[in-house]
């Protein structure tokens, strides 16, 4: 892997990508990367609008952004010292811009809402899109209203999966680059408050015992390649494996996530569980992808 491969962050001015921006500062800082603030434009009429192809011409990047980005630059940098950053403006939609960027990436940084989001909309198609289809980690910046969190674990959903593997390998990775510990999640169905039957009790003791060596066996991979990294093992139980998840990530810097997990149908590239993680945890996602 190139070693330039740069930290990128979509920035639009609004409020979400400048806070998208700042954690990606923070990536490029601890990962000793350069980082690249990229504008996606698109012809301002180009919107199905049916246009005589004679008058329309090739969009121009816009002065107004260049103006944005230099400020955006100037400002992280003065914030951030030894921080490199470049800027771009590239033709295109700002989530096939942000995909098609991806491609020579370290990261990807996308904010959860942007400019011409719905307030009902905790994340925008765009911060989906990218996150489904990126061609490398994609980190997700929500909530946006709140400050950096830094001194809290990081947290990995633990299933077996090779998903599931790819996001324990980033988690650790991350959590050794930030000097926290790494904490290893397996979620397992809840009891109910209701007195079981014994079938039910075995099922549950079987669950309790898949659940010790998923996490013994991650455990032992994650200590085996980072020996000072403290690693915690925490089973919980919940209604599903979302809700187990985003309920741990309250004390969490950061919940990272695979793709795809066991139950995932093949043409879905963002499984339910990342879905709902990038929608409704209580700290920033980090969803693996393999760089290509």
């Given at each position: 892997m190139p070693m330039n491969r740069p930290v990128v962050v979509g920035v639009d001015g609004s409020p979400s990508s400048l806070v998208a921006a700042e954690h990606a500062a923070r990536a490029a800082v601890l990962r000793s990367r350069p980082l690249l603030l990229v504008h996606g434009?698109?012809?301002?009429?180009?919107?199905?609008?049916?246009?005589?192809p004679y008058d329309l011409g090739v969009p121009a990047p816009s002065a107004e952004a260049q103006q944005m980005l230099e400020r955006t630059a100037a400002e992280l940098t003065g914030r951030w010292p030894g921080l490199a950053v470049e800027v771009r403006q590239v033709l295109g939609g700002p989530g096939a811009t942000m995909i098609e960027e991806s491609r020579r990436a370290e990261l990807v940084v996308v904010g959860s809402r942007g400019?011409?989001?719905?307030?009902?909309?905790?994340?925008?198609?765009?911060?989906?899109?990218?996150?489904?289809?990126?061609?490398?980690?994609?980190?997700?910046?929500?909530?946006?209203e709140q400050p950096i969190p830094v001194d809290g674990p990081v947290l990995v959903g633990v299933d077996g999966s090779e998903p599931s593997r790819l996001a324990v390998g980033l988690g650790a990775h991350e959590a050794a680059l930030r000097d926290v510990p790494l904490v290893l999640v397996h979620?397992?169905?809840?009891?109910?408050?209701?007195?079981?039957?014994?079938?039910?009790?075995?099922?549950?003791?079987?669950?309790?015992?898949?659940?010790?060596?998923?996490?013994?066996?991650?455990?032992?991979v994650v200590r085996a390649e980072h020996p000072d990294l403290v690693v915690r093992e925490h089973p919980v139980r919940a209604a599903g494996a979302a809700q187990g998840l985003i309920e741990a990530s309250g004390t969490a810097s950061l919940l990272v996530v695979g793709t795809r997990g066991r139950a995932g149908f093949a043409g879905l590239l963002l499984g339910s569980v990342s879905q709902a993680a990038i929608q409704h945890a209580h700290c920033p996602v980090l969803v693996a992808h393999p760089v290509s």
């Open positions: 434009y698109l012809h301002p009429s180009g919107y199905g609008v049916p246009l005589n400019l011409g989001g719905f307030a009902g909309l905790l994340l925008g198609s765009v911060g989906t899109q990218v996150a489904a289809h990126a061609h490398c980690p994609v980190l997700v910046v929500r909530p946006d979620v397992g169905p809840s009891d109910g408050d209701r007195a079981v039957p014994e079938e039910i009790e075995e099922s549950q003791a079987a669950h309790q015992a898949e659940a010790v060596r998923l996490l013994a066996d991650a455990s032992a």
